[in-house]
């Protein structure tokens, strides 16, 4: 293998460190965002709206692991199709899909 390949493996893999870096700080806000809407204070309701924007901020830096495509709707998920083939298993390989590819690859099981 030469050292070119073994660069691109190499970077292939710190940008999927990356992707699920994103996804796991998305899933995080997400969950606070969550969480302060929640309430009747206007602290959280106020964080909400800014964290609404780091969202909207981090949806371009996913991509979707089949088809490349980028934007909000790409998300990190636990696989749909171990998940569906085997639901008693508690931890799931997490991959990257937009919600078309997810289902495809969910219908595949």
């Keep these: ?3 070119n390949q073994k660069k691109t493996v ?3 893999l710190v940008e999927q460190e990356l992707a699920v870096a ?3 700080v998305r899933i995080g806000l997400d969950r606070i965002r969550d969480a302060a809407t929640r309430t009747e204070q206007t602290g959280p309701r106020v964080a909400a709206e800014r964290i609404d924007a780091a969202l909207a901020l981090l949806g371009p830096l996913l991509t ?3 088809c ?3 934007g909000p709707e790409v998300e990190a998920m636990d696989d749909p199709f171990t998940s569906a083939l085997f639901p008693e ?3 799931h390989e997490q991959v990257i ?3 078309p590819c997810a289902t495809a690859r969910f219908e595949e099981s």
Aim: aromatic share 4%; net charge negative.
């Design 1 to 3: 293998m030469s050292s």
């Design 10 to 12: 190499e970077e292939e």
């Design 22 to 24: 994103v996804a796991i």
């Design 64 to 66: 979707c692991q089949n």
């Design 68 to 70: 490349g495509k980028q």
């Design 89 to 91: 298993q508690p931890v």
């Design 97 to 99: 899909y937009c919600e």
